[in-house]
């Protein structure tokens, strides 16, 4: 009985990081073979495909299959996670132009240290429109401070 509770909780626990999750398994033939198709289901079918095929490996170093290799890796998912955990305290410190939270999202935006002075300025400034997107979630939020990033000269180099 207790095995059956904790593995219930863990997989509770486990789903907000399902909705956050990106959105596709990557490139490759197993993605090719689901083009188009949506859900868990041809997810899973598409990750099994390219992960126990190893094609992935021959698309990245061939640049077939949909594959890049001189795309950026990103870390939208950690960001994701990050902003959607600390809303209340990042949303005080954009307030009031820095704190230790502003400093780990410039650090995972990779923003230079000579620029972060003008990152907290940039999210002091669009405070209220970013926190207008946070109700529509921490993506929202992301991208509305990746528009913003895009239009300032200083940090369209970070914005994705």
């Known amino acids: 009985m207790k095995k059956t509770v904790l593995s219930l909780a863990l997989a509770a626990a486990a789903l907000p990081g399902f909705a956050l999750a990106d959105s596709g398994p990557g490139c490759g033939f197993g993605t090719q073979i689901f083009k188009g198709q949506s859900g868990l289901f041809a997810h899973v079918l598409a990750a099994t495909t390219n992960g126990s095929t190893y094609n992935q490996y021959f698309g990245l170093t061939s640049g077939t299959l949909d594959c890049n290799p001189t795309s ?28 230790s939270h502003m400093q780990a999202l410039a650090a995972m935006y990779d923003i230079a240290p000579v620029d972060r002075a003008q990152f907290y300025q940039l999210t002091q400034r669009e405070m209220p429109k970013l926190l207008d997107s946070s109700r529509a979630g921490a993506q929202a939020l992301l991208a509305s401070l990746d528009t913003a990033m895009g239009a300032d000269p200083v940090l369209a180099k970070y914005s994705r």
């Open 72 to 99: 950026v890796v990103s870390n939208e998912f950690e960001r994701v996670n990050f902003v959607a955990a600390n809303l209340d305290n990042l949303s005080q410190e954009m307030a009031q132009g820095a704190g």
